[in-house]
């Protein structure tokens, strides 16, 4: 038996140190201050949407209320995603490359919330830009429900989010009022889309406890 010399022993305890070393996980502090400040960017750009009057009365802001209304309910749809979007990710463990793009893909539908809120507040809520805007909502949805799935796919099934998510029957609810605000806008029911989708912020408006009791472990 030959002699290990120390230099060759450190060299091969070294060797069995890497091989059994757990891979890197990504962390979620990037795609989290990334995504804060796509979601800051869109806000702003709404805002900056609402034009000054050219008057010092009340009545020269009277032009401006479809355009003020409109800004309020996209500024709240963009905060309940926010808000929903900051719990989500904190029952992230690891982030994956679905998770990644899922994540992109959210944050695509959301960016082009300041230009349908826009076009529909600057024609006063007529049908093809209410529509419009329905599509971008159902879009949205759609992108978020697609970011939790790849998040439970990436924890598993048993995981504690999986289990407070369960269903999802309010994502599912909100994407059904979402999608028939569409056709009933092209119907000529411009209204009756706004209800829908006012309707579905003032659901969310409630706090949803599921991602508080995932990250409670219950």
Known sequence: MQPVSGHNAGHNAGQNADHHAPAAVMGKGRLEAFSDGVIAIIITIMVLELKVPHGDTLADLGPMWPVFVSYVLSFVNVGIYWNNHHHLLHTVHRVSGGILWANLHLLF???LMPWATGWMGENHFTVVPVALYGVVL???????????????AAQGPQSALAHAVGRDRKGLLSLACYACGVPAALLGWPQVSMALYVLVALIWLVPDRRMERALRGE
């Open 138 to 152: 159902v879009m949205a949805a759609v992108a978020y429900t697609l970011l939790l799935r790849a998040i439970v």
């Open 109 to 111: 539908w959301l960016s």
